[in-house]
């Protein structure tokens, strides 16, 4: 494999972040993607992201501050992502914001407080867009990038359209940096979106599969199992469609009719359709049992074979991206 340059990669820029690798990591919840996988990004030069979802205001600044410990050596940049979904959402932001993350993320919704919260705050705001009109109304109102995520991607999604045919039109419609998500799995991918106009991309299935990666073992061996059939579209709580690999729980609810009994109203949407707890399923998933549980991957989990640290992935799709540029 051929050592890579760092300095001849293209920076990521928004704000005051400077990253030397142009990926930023996406925020996973619940307890997914907490303070071990976002500092291990951050110190192997890209973005790293705490996912404020699903755990609590105080649980979350622990987790900001020992992200940043873990990262000051190598001075890398740490964000947190929240569902705007969620009630607990301004909260959860304000405390970030307190804890002097270097930016806020958020998706499923737009927030105009957010932005305003950025501002006052000097911190830049990025949302999560999946189309050229919510790109544009997202920069009028403050937002200093944009993640546009395609249909490929893990989690809950915005679209039903493929990444690479809903990006070039973002990046025409705003004059903002736009992050490429969903389905990026390669250096391939990465040159393909910067080729479409993209300031860098967003990962997240290719960095559950690490070693630092805050998830149990059973959930990374799902990944590491998984066959190209695996995954399965399933309508949350939340309102939206999910892309999580196929188990016990999703035989269940893959019927949009099913109710399943819930055990204790956690109240943590905003809006919900109680036909089953979204937030049970995720936390069922993070104590280990993936069988009744919620496991959001991306379309192309199929791809990881190993679980590698984090470094190990970022220096393989870099390799990966020199090779093909």
């Known amino acids: 494999m051929k050592e890579v340059f760092i300095l001849e990669l293209p920076m990521l820029q928004f704000g005051h972040i400077k990253s030397r690798v142009p990926i930023m990591q996406g925020g996973m919840g619940v307890g997914i993607s907490l303070s071990g996988l976002a500092a291990a990004v951050a110190n192997a030069g890209g973005i790293g992201t705490i996912s404020g979802t699903g755990i609590t205001i105080e649980e979350l600044r622990l987790h900001i501050r020992k992200a940043r410990e ?67 109304l997202s920069e009028r109102l403050g937002a200093s990038a944009l993640v546009v995520e395609g249909f490929e991607a893990g989690g809950h999604l915005g679209t039903d359209r493929p990444l690479f045919d809903i ?33 860098g991309v967003q990962i997240g299935t290719h960095f559950v599969a690490s070693h630092e990666c805050d998830a149990p073992l059973a959930f990374k061996q799902m990944y590491v199992e998984a066959e190209q059939e695996d995954t399965i579209l399933v309508k949350t709580t939340v309102g939206l469609y999910g892309r999580a690999i196929k188990n016990r729980l999703t035989d269940l609810i893959s019927n949009e009719e099913t109710k399943l009994r819930i055990k204790k109203c956690h109240k943590c949407l905003k809006i919900c359709s ?52």
Not at 167 to 185: K, Q, R, S, T
């Open 70 to 136: 873990e990262s000051r050596e190598r001075m890398g940049y740490i964000g947190v992502n929240v569902l705007f979904a969620v009630k607990d959402f301004a909260e959860k932001m304000q405390a970030a914001l307190e804890e002097k993350v270097d930016f806020i993320i958020s998706g499923a919704g737009i927030s105009r407080d957010m932005y305003a919260w950025g501002k006052a705050h000097n911190t830049p705001v990025i949302s999560i867009v999946s189309s050229a009109k919510v790109a544009r």
């Open 167 to 199: 990006l070039p039109e973002v990046v025409e419609a705003v004059n903002i940096p736009v992050i490429a998500a969903g389905g990026i799995m390669t250096g391939e991918d990465i040159a393909k979106a910067m080729r479409l106009g993209a300031s």
């Open 274 to 325: 109680f036909r089953f707890c979204t937030m049970e399923a995720l936390n069922n998933s993070i104590i280990g049992d993936v069988q009744n549980g919620l496991v959001f991957a991306g379309s192309k989990v199929h791809k990881i074979k190993e679980i590698r640290s984090v470094q190990q992935i970022m220096d393989t799709l870099m390799n990966e991206y020199q090779e093909v540029r």
